[in-house]
């Protein structure tokens, strides 16, 4: 590959006017040495391009990569355009320099799906390349877009230029360093719908039809339906992405509806043990009450415990002893009977020992051989009786007198 083109012949095949060569000030045989030059580094370059077309490929949010060795017939009239306006830079180019000079030898595009999706991939870009290393990003935007998107891009980070043809790209400058040498790279980040526009333009404007009015009409338009695609794929990722929280509100949602029935659910099963457990307890507790009436009725000392078939021992036995008290007095007075005078001559202690001694010998020997519970307490009944009787006996034989210990 050479270059063979006379200056006449290149100038028409890129649509540059006679005066913009004049204005360039530019000699032809240093371009042509410059074009040579270039055209024996395409190899590695383009073997450069492959490698850091690969990096870049694995970024978050790249859904494709392109990357290109610039033209030498485009290298030549960019540096020819670039003198006739009057850029500072392009003023001391040659041999030598022109390769840190022109910036995009090496062009690399990085493509993705969905708007938004650049700030990703820029934030992918910044810990790998340095990419203020040979300027500030910059943002190229249409004349209309929306200032919201724009002003997400922050100044210290990115330069903002508006593009009079519609042009829409991230532009990053790169140093990338391949084996012991840096290779500048020209890298431009676009949707996919902003890429297909600008293959069309670039194939149909540059380098030639550029000043065309009915093409530059049609090409607007086309640039307006790329960014309204971009709007539309941006608003169905949006959409997607709400319906996709919506279906996890919902989800949990129902997970907190059964939780919710769950615990309801328990709750009634416990609510129906208490109740169950109430009633165990209110049964237990009349139980009890009824033992313990029963029990105030056993411990009353004048009634016999006769479930237990045991007598009122202790009432009894003072029975017995107020009984046996009462029989050692009657016997006493009999013994003196004879030497004995009662106060009262009505009445008379033998009418008195007849009618209480054997009363009392039969009702003792009726309690020893009571063969119930039901008889001993009956003869207990009638000792307490016969015992009151001889209190009586006492009041009404009044003082005896002894007739021998009278002086």
Same mark, same amino acid.
């Given at each position: ?46 073997? *450069? ?39 500072? $830079? ?53 004349? &209309? ?7 997400? +891009? ?8 508006? /593009?009079?043809? &519609? ?20 890298? /431009?980040?676009?949707?996919? +719908? ?6 069309? *333009? ?6 030639? +039809? ?10 607007? !338009? ?5 960014? =309204? ?48 457990? *109430? ?47 009462? /029989?050692?007095?009657?016997?006493? !007075? ?17 009418? !008195? *020992? $007849? ?12 309690? =020893? ?21 001889? =209190? ?11 007739? =021998?210990?009278?002086?």
């Amino acid at each position: 590959m050479s270059f063979q083109l006379t200056l006449e012949e290149f100038l028409i095949q890129n649509n540059i006017s006679h005066q913009a060569w004049l204005d360039s000030q530019c000699d032809w045989e240093a371009l042509k040495s410059i074009a040579a030059d270039h055209i024996l580094k395409i190899s590695n370059l383009q073997k *450069d391009a492959a490698i850091i077309a690969e990096r870049i490929q694995g970024l978050k949010a790249v859904h494709s990569v392109r990357s290109r060795v610039k033209d030498p017939e485009h290298l030549i009239s960019k540096i020819i355009r670039r003198r006739a306006e009057g850029v500072k $830079k392009y003023e001391a180019i040659n041999i030598n320099n022109y390769s840190d000079i022109v910036t995009d030898l090496i062009g690399v595009r990085a493509l993705h799906l969905f708007k938004n999706d650049c700030f990703d991939i820029d934030q992918a870009l910044r810990p790998i390349f340095k990419v203020d290393q040979y300027e500030k990003p910059t943002v190229n935007y249409r004349k &209309g877009d929306n200032p919201e998107y724009l002003e997400r +891009f922050p100044s210290e980070n990115f330069g903002k230029k508006e /593009q009079t043809a &519609g042009y829409r790209s991230l532009h990053y400058i790169l140093g990338v360093q391949i084996l012991d040498s840096t290779r500048i790279v020209e890298l /431009q980040v676009r949707t996919i +719908f902003e890429e297909g526009w600008s293959e069309i *333009d670039h194939k149909v404007r540059y380098p030639n +039809f550029s000043n065309g009015a009915l093409v530059d009409y049609y090409l607007t !338009i086309f640039n307006r339906l790329a960014g =309204s695609a971009d709007e539309m794929g941006s608003f169905v990722q949006d959409l997607v992405s709400h319906l996709r929280a919506m279906q996890v509100q919902i989800a949990e949602a129902n997970t907190e509806k059964e939780r919710s029935m769950q615990a309801m659910d328990d709750a009634l099963k416990r609510l129906e043990q208490f109740k169950q457990s *109430d009633e165990d307890l209110k049964q237990n507790i009349h139980q009890l009450r009824q033992e313990l009436n029963q029990l105030r009725k056993f411990s009353s000392p004048t009634i016999p415990n006769q479930s237990r078939g045991l007598l009122d021992v202790g009432g009894i036995n003072a029975a017995i002893e107020g009984a046996l008290s009462q /029989q050692k007095y009657i016997e006493k !007075i009999l013994a003196q009977d004879s030497d004995l005078q009662p106060a009262n001559p009505l009445r008379s202690v033998s009418n !008195i *020992d $007849k009618l209480l001694y054997p009363n009392y010998s039969k009702i003792l020997d009726d309690i =020893s051989g009571a063969s119930t519970v039901a008889k001993a307490l009956e003869q207990h009944d009638r000792l307490n009786n016969l015992t009151k009787i001889g =209190s009586i006996s006492q009041g009404l034989l009044g003082p005896f007198e002894d007739k =021998s210990n009278k002086p």
